[in-house]
């Protein structure tokens, strides 16, 4: 959205500046003169005052906005577009055992890969199967989920979700479910733990039909696989399987142009400065290029791989360190190559001055509601 002032509101909309602040003192918003305020804010002072109004986002956001959208859903379309590898995101109930699947299927590709080729830990990985390469994002995975789908990021093509066969779907089960649908990300079942006495694989294959996921098994259209990620038991069975479903969803993008991609995670280096995993979802990101990401950009100075490589380029589905940002940006936050400096500076600052404008009138509310509870 855009941003106005509340001098620049009271003035637009005809009335003094104490009535605007006035009005958003009701809204629970303390804001003086000079403060920024978000559009949806506006919007309803302005209603009060019988002021109706129209969104006028600023250009330098809107032709990256459409830059980013005819990219990403062009996609298949593109006549350039070229086979990408899968994205997998891995969920499921607390201790059902994800994080020593993401262990198990990282470390039986090392095996089989070059020696010595240890996966740094970088929020995601890549693995090659029969000559493919999947993409695992090894953030936790409900978080990831739910902050890069609230900045409106889809970067998840397909979720395993994991559930342990002696315990069966669980609440969280449940709420991996619900976030898998509302995306529209087709879902792999992981039945692990087969190695337990008290496994019981058919009890959890009926409960899932229960909640609506139902197997292929039982005539439905999920797949499932029995797995032991503690033994290494069928974790080729699950790597071959997330293969077929991609091939199903025939996954392109073309890998000839300015890179478009989502941050995975984020933080600061003592010696490095602003380092932060991307995962680039369309076009090539190459050393040097200049980049927007959220409200900050820098120039590409260095880049690795997710076995701490230095490369000088990163194509589609691929998840790569990069340095040279300005500031830490957040998870979620998209990335995206502009022309020059000048361009990425306009447009980071305006996404920042957003942001800023957002997180105050949030901030406020929240503040003033706390204050009526503790009366
Ligand atoms: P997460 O919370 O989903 O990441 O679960 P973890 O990967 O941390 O696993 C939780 C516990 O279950 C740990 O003690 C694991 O060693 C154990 N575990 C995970 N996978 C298996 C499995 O296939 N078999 C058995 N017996 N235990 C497992
Ligand atoms: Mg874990």
Do not use: C
Not at 146 to 160: E, H, L, N, P
């Amino acid at each position: 959205g855009s941003v106005v002032t509340v001098g620049e509101l009271a003035e637009a909309i005809g009335v003094s500046a104490v009535e605007v602040i006035k009005s958003l003192i009701r809204r629970g918003i303390m804001a003086s003169i000079n403060q920024q305020i978000d559009y949806e804010t506006a919007a309803a002072v302005a209603a009060e005052f019988g002021v109706e109004t129209e969104e006028r986002v600023p250009e330098v956001i809107q032709q990256a906005s459409a830059a980013i959208e005819h990219q990403l859903r062009e996609g298949a379309g593109d006549p350039e577009a070229q086979p990408r590898p899968p994205v997998v995101t891995i969920m499921g109930h607390v201790d059902h055992g994800k994080t020593k699947l993401l262990d198990a299927i990282r470390e039986t590709n090392v095996a089989e890969g070059e020696a010595g080729g240890i996966t740094q830990h970088i929020g995601a990985y890549q693995v090659e199967v029969q000559g493919r390469k999947i993409t695992f994002l090894d953030t936790p995975g409900h978080e990831a989920f739910t902050a890069m789908r609230a900045r409106g990021a889809q970067v998840t093509d397909i979720a395993v979700l994991v559930v342990a066969a002696d315990d069966g779907v669980m609440p969280q089960t449940k709420e991996a479910i619900s976030h898998a649908k509302a995306a529209n990300v087709p879902i792999i079942v992981a039945i692990n733990k087969i190695d337990l006495p008290s496994a019981n694989p058919m009890r959890v294959k009926q409960q899932l039909a229960e909640v609506g996921v139902v197997p292929e098994e039982f005539g439905g259209d999920v797949p499932v696989v029995e797995i032991s990620a503690k033994q290494r038991l069928g974790i080729e069975d699950l790597l071959e399987m997330i293969l077929l479903v991609a091939d199903l969803m025939e996954l392109k993008a073309n890998p000839n142009r300015p890179a478009i991609g989502v941050i995975i995670e984020a933080k600061v280096d003592q010696t490095r400065g602003p380092v932060a995993t991307a995962l680039i979802q369309s076009g090539t990101l190459q050393l040097r290029d200049v980049v927007v990401v959220g409200g900050t950009w820098g120039r590409i100075r260095a880049m690795f791989d997710d076995r701490g490589r230095r490369v000088r380029r990163a194509g589609p589905s691929t998840p790569v360190e990069i340095l040279g940002l300005l500031e830490v940006p957040e998870a979620g936050d998209l990335l995206q190559v502009v022309d020059d400096e000048k361009t990425a500076r306009d447009l980071a600052e305006e996404r920042a001055r957003q942001r800023r404008a957002e997180t105050f009138s949030e901030m406020r509310v929240v503040k003033l509601d706390e204050l009526h509870a503790g009366i």
